[in-house]
């Protein structure tokens, strides 16, 4: 059920992002969600996007160092209080979560989480359980 | 300036004399040293050299050299040439490849090793009225008490105070008017850079000189030092293979160290050869210990490159002057007065499961060192959670520091980001304008 992530190691210097986003245009990838985390020394770049594969591929193929993760993906209302919600579910669970990021669908009225957590699938459960919507990458590709 | 020695009839002797004294140490040291160190009459066997072969200096270069890796392998007994019960002492390298140097001490060893620091401190200008501050590290390392000793042996109100405690270092200094500063010359800036912002002008402070060494340092942090606490500088030279501190020390002409050569006999040879170059010769320097009973090292191959010279000084000693080093036979950087070989960051690398891709840069930054190693991410060990990598950097930097004994900072960098030249990469940038 999870999504598929993708975590780029970015190097500190000029240029080193859009090279990038760039070699994933080329290939026709498309990117559907993204953060950046950064320190001093380097960033850490996380995709989700159309078509993983391919994504992998020319990453790697490019020398690029990257990783695949399981992420969970929530649909939430796109409302106040709707992110706590879904927090609170993971929090009351006891879930331990490494990160997050949202993004915004075009359309709909509603918004999207993607939670880093120490397990997936109990986080998955936790928040089925409390009546929450999981998307998957297919989901994310047709928003 | 009137000119003081600790012992004038030593370190003014006539060049002729020196060397005949020195050709009687040798030939007695040599059968010592083969009479009681297996180890070195194994290699002096090898050589078809005997004792009675050595009549004098002439006949040094017909003995075989001893290596850092020699002493490694005969850890920690092997090259003692004392029963341990006649031994009072030991001293310990700062860092190494792998094992430890540990040096033995008689009595006799540690008065000589005392003795030559007294000189250095004489010819700094300090006499029993003075009050010297010794923040070398005491301990393993020679530094502090090589200095302590040789600071009691001229009758110096002496001030252990070991390296570190800024604070207390500046007090002591301003209260009890210490006139003579011994320590690292990285630490002598900091001290001085740590006076100037607290106010002091180079006249309020009651220094008068400066005894530094253990590490590489250039005239214009010499003219930096001496400017910001008002002071003259003198270098010093040593390695805990031959005794520590003291081996050669700096007069008031400031042109080069004068070895205690009735202690050190000195030879300059080519690295790759080992060949004995004549005087004035760029090349490896190799001591013989004359005189030390417990660790009586013979043709020692210290890696420095340096250049002898028998010049007449101004100062009115006839030992011999050695320049400054000029660089070293083997890869091993001096980090703050520590020694660091790239080897031993490798050996972190490999354990931790990394591969041996990394650059250590070395900088010097308002005169002290700084020392960054950057290391290539694995695929294996990459994580999309930054603070498990920088956990994997903390964790890498500590067990540096536990080979080292000194913190680098150490940097995660993408695969194959460190510059590579002919296909291996460049291991060390030393951006130090040290020569």
Redesign the interface.
């Known amino acids: 059920m999870a999504i598929k992530?993708i975590?780029v190691?970015?190097?500190n210097k000029q240029g080193a992002l859009v090279s990038i986003t760039d070699t994933l245009a080329e290939n026709n990838v498309n990117i559907r969600a993204l953060s950046i985390?950064e320190?001093?020394?380097?960033g850490?770049l996380?995709l989700i996007v159309n078509d993983e594969e391919t994504a992998k591929k020319t990453l790697t193929e490019n020398?690029y160092?990257?990783?695949v993760?399981n992420v969970v993906g929530v649909k939430i209302g796109d409302a106040p209080g709707k992110l706590t919600e879904a927090l609170r579910v993971l929090d009351n669970a006891g879930i331990n979560m490494?990160?997050l990021y949202a993004f915004m669908a075009r359309t709909e009225k509603h918004a999207y989480v993607v939670l880093?957590v120490e397990d997936d699938e109990i986080a998955e459960s936790a928040l089925e359980a409390a009546g929450f919507h999981l998307i998957t990458n297919a989901d994310i590709c047709k928003l | 300036m009137t000119q003081n020695y600790y012992q004038k009839e030593i370190e003014t002797m006539p060049v002729e004399e020196i060397k005949k004294l020195q050709s009687e140490k040798l030939v007695k040291q040599v059968k010592h040293v083969y009479e009681n160190v297996a180890y070195y009459r194994d290699l002096m066997d090898k050589k078809g050299v005997k004792p009675e072969d050595i009549h004098g200096i002439e006949d040094l270069y017909k003995l075989p050299f001893l290596t850092k890796a020699d002493l490694r392998d005969a850890y920690p007994y092997g090259l003692l040439a004392k029963p341990l019960d006649e031994c009072v002492r030991i001293q310990s390298t700062s860092g190494t490849t792998g094992r430890r140097v540990v040096a033995f001490y008689t009595q006799h060893d540690v008065d000589l090793w005392e003795e030559c620091c007294a000189r250095a401190i004489v010819a700094a200008g300090g006499t029993k009225k003075d009050v010297c501050q010794v923040a070398y590290g005491y301990g393993l390392f020679t530094g502090g008490p090589g200095l302590n000793g040789g600071s009691h042996r001229v009758g110096c109100l002496t001030l252990p105070m070991s390296s570190g405690n800024t604070e207390r270092q500046i007090q002591f200094m301003m209260d009890l008017n210490a006139t003579i500063l011994c320590c690292t010359p990285s630490y002598a800036a900091y001290i001085g850079e740590s006076l100037k912002e607290q106010g002091y002008k180079p006249e309020d402070i009651p220094l008068k000189a400066g005894i530094f060494g253990a590490e590489p340092w250039t005239e214009e942090m010499r003219r930096g030092i001496e400017d910001t606490l008002g002071i003259k500088a003198y270098d010093i030279y040593g390695l805990t293979e031959t005794s520590g501190p003291g081996v050669s020390f700096e007069c008031c002409e400031q042109t080069g160290m004068h070895i205690n050569e009735d202690h050190f006999l000195a030879e300059i040879i080519d690295p790759d050869t080992g060949e004995v170059l004549p005087e004035g010769s760029k090349g490896e320097l190799v001591f013989t210990s004359l005189d030390k009973e417990a660790f009586p090292l013979l043709r020692y191959r210290t890696r420095d490159i340096c250049v002898l010279s028998r010049k007449k000084c101004s100062c009115g000693r006839t030992l011999i002057k050695m320049a400054k080093p000029m660089g070293r036979t083997d890869d091993m950087l001096i980090i703050r007065g520590v020694n660091v070989f790239p080897s031993q960051i490798e050996a972190v690398l490999l354990k931790q499961g990394y591969e041996p891709n990394y650059q250590i840069v070395v900088d010097r930054v308002n005169n002290n060192d700084t020392f960054d190693v950057n290391v290539e991410?694995t695929?294996d060990k990459?994580?999309?959670?930054?603070?498990e990598?920088?956990a994997m950097?903390k964790s890498l930097a500590e067990a540096m520091k536990i080979m080292l004994g000194i913190n680098p900072k150490v940097?995660?960098?993408?695969?194959?980001?460190i510059v590579r030249s002919e296909g291996k990469a460049v291991r060390v940038i030393d951006k130090r304008k040290l020569i």
């Open positions: 992530q975590t190691f970015v190097e985390a320190t001093e020394d380097f850490i996380r020398g160092l990257i990783k993760t490494e990160y880093r | 991410m695929a990459f994580t999309d959670k930054v603070s990598i920088l950097e940097h995660l960098v993408a695969p194959k980001s």
